[in-house]
């Protein structure tokens, strides 16, 4: 028997049923998928013969994957290796497009693959690199400063310990280069060793992959330049899994879909045009039984909105979100 350990290739797509009875009523056209992975939306919509997939990704891994699909859809199916804050360079999108659909973050089988250095269970080197970026974990976590590690823990990660991780970091680095086991002790022994119900490094892994794939200002420009190529009665859905992600979708779709005052009390502000018109209900979650299947769907949570108008102004969306902008663009002592 080989002993080389076969990554399991499966990746269960979140929230399908939900996405697919948001969509299914805009049927023959075309619709991006800009978070490919391993083509669970995309397969899914391929289905129906009328309609056309343009698939985005980031990691040149989607490229086998997307390989395969093109073979079986032919013209009904494109991929560009691409990351989705550029989704407006696509050319030749043609004039039927009718959605446009996020399910953010990375794919269980990115997270089970040791060269992707992105899991807390990994032996060796940091990573975290989704694809088509620079920057390593490995080289923020042994060269950013104090204050940026702390600011990178705290707001892109809500690390309540983030000055205390930040503080051991600094110290252990002065020894020898950090790895993952390195930090997940860090984190360890900031915490006490108390087991709660998720593990102990979660927030600092997901603040150090966001800093690294630059995830806010991907998923802002992507949000615009979605916008923007989208036509009139086209859908944007977009799949969150945690509450930065979250809180920068809501915004974005709330902001622009309704003129209220935040207090009664202050002057009417000046209307604005709406751009999209929102669902009764604000988001759908996953059924009970999804998270039975597939625990790491408990978190998800999908968000979509109509378009009804043009507009060229994104200002007060970039305004709010400018602090965790700026976080993504420190750069410790390595350019
Ligand atoms: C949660 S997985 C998507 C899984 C997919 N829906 C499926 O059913 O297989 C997210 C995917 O989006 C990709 N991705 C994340 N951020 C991206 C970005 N900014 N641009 C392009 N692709 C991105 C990741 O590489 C990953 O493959």
């Known amino acids: 028997m080989s002993a080389t350990i076969k990554l399991e290739k499966k990746h269960f797509p979140v929230l399908l049923d939900e996405l697919v009875s948001i969509i299914s009523p805009l049927y023959s056209g075309t619709f991006i998928d800009c978070t490919f992975g391993?083509?669970?939306?995309s397969k899914e919509i391929l289905k129906n013969k009328q309609n056309k997939v343009?698939?985005?990704d980031r990691d040149i891994d989607a490229i086998e994957v997307a390989k395969i699909l093109k073979i079986k859809y032919n013209k009904q199916f494109n991929f560009h290796h691409l990351k989705f804050s550029e989704v407006h360079k696509i050319e030749k999108i043609g004039d039927d497009l009718k959605g446009i659909i996020f399910d953010l973050g990375f794919s269980s089988i990115q997270v089970r693959d040791p060269n992707k250095?992105?899991?807390f269970y990994n032996q060796g080197k940091l990573d975290m690199r989704m694809g088509l970026n620079k920057t390593s974990a490995d080289e923020a976590i042994n060269n950013l400063s104090y204050s940026e590690l702390n600011n990178i823990f705290k707001f892109l990660g809500e690390e309540k310990k983030g000055k205390s991780i930040s503080k051991a970091i600094i110290n252990e680095r002065k020894k020898?280069?950090?790895?993952t086991p390195d930090l997940v002790k860090i984190v360890d022994y900031a915490k006490n060793f108390k087991r709660g119900k998720t593990h102990n490094s979660t927030q600092v892994f997901q603040a150090l992959r966001i800093y690294v794939n630059k995830e806010i200002h991907e998923l802002i420009y992507g949000l615009i330049n979605s916008f923007r190529i989208l036509p009139i009665g086209g859908i944007i859905a977009v799949i969150t899994f945690h509450s930065i992600?979250?809180?920068?979708?809501?915004f974005f779709f709330k902001h622009y879909s309704e003129?209220?005052?935040?207090s009664r009390y202050l002057p009417n502000i000046k209307k604005?045009?709406?751009l999209f018109r929102l669902p009764h209900k604000k988001f759908l979650l996953p059924t009970v039984d999804e998270i039975k299947k597939n625990p790491s769907s408990r978190s998800a949570k999908l968000r979509y909105a109509t378009k009804i108008n043009n507009n060229k102004n994104f200002q007060d969306f970039l305004k709010k979100f400018q602090y965790l902008l700026d976080i993504e663009k420190m750069k410790g002592k390595y350019v």
């Open 259 to 262: 003129n209220k005052n935040s």
């Open 272 to 274: 604005k045009e709406l």
């Open 54 to 56: 343009i698939a985005i």
């Open 245 to 250: 992600e979250d809180k920068i979708v809501k």
């Open 38 to 41: 391993n083509g669970g939306y």
């Open 176 to 179: 020898k280069l950090i790895n």
């Open 117 to 119: 250095g992105m899991s």
